[in-house]
């Protein structure tokens, strides 16, 4: 060790993957770890899941007018038919979205500010960071059937996201922390 320096409790500084640069610090000092680290950690991993399961089931139900009534029996649809299934997407596609939300989430925490008010402030990139691996997938996706699906859905897409942000916000925060 050199002298002088202080090391993070991460002890990844001066090899720090959020900031390489010796001399300036490090963004895990302190013990904060990414939020893919924060949300698929073993222990919380499965109640993390469990709360995002129940994060859409209450966004579904929030849904109103004719749009709403689409949303409610595509869900309730899937649901039915393939028992888990939403577990299991919510499971495959947590690491990813952790991934996506990472930079904001370390961007309310290097301002010092609840990361529930920092997300909610900030829908649209939060949006569009989830969007963005939703997309890629679908543009991967072999089946006509789910990309033409995908594709019919994508008009809301982001005003729905947008929607769930304050709740995804709260999520983040209870466990990100």
């Given at each position: 060790m050199t002298r002088g320096v202080k090391w993070p409790a991460c002890g990844k500084w001066p090899v720090c993957r959020r900031n390489p640069t010796v001399g300036l610090g490090c963004a895990n000092a302190g013990g904060m770890s990414s939020l893919l680290e924060a949300l698929t950690d073993e222990a919380k991993k499965k109640d993390v899941v469990k709360d995002c399961c129940e994060l859409i089931d209450a966004e579904v139900k929030d849904k109103g007018g004719i749009s709403g009534l689409a949303?409610?029996?595509?869900?309730?649809?899937?649901k039915g038919i393939k028992p888990g299934?939403?577990?299991k997407a919510v499971e495959d596609l947590l690491p990813e979205f952790a991934k996506a939300l990472d930079?904001?989430?370390t961007?309310?925490?290097?301002?010092?500010?609840p990361v529930a008010d920092f997300f909610s402030s900030n829908t649209s990139r939060v949006a569009d960071a989830l969007l963005a691996i939703t997309d890629a997938k679908a543009a991967r996706a072999k089946s006509g059937v789910a990309k033409?699906?995908?594709d019919k859905l994508r008009g809301s897409a982001k005003?729905?996201?947008e929607q769930a942000v304050p709740r995804l916000g709260k999520l983040i925060e209870k466990y990100g922390n």
């Open positions: 949303i409610k029996a595509g869900y309730g649809t899937v299934f939403i577990e930079p904001i989430y961007d309310a925490k290097s301002q010092n500010k033409s699906a995908y005003k729905n996201v």
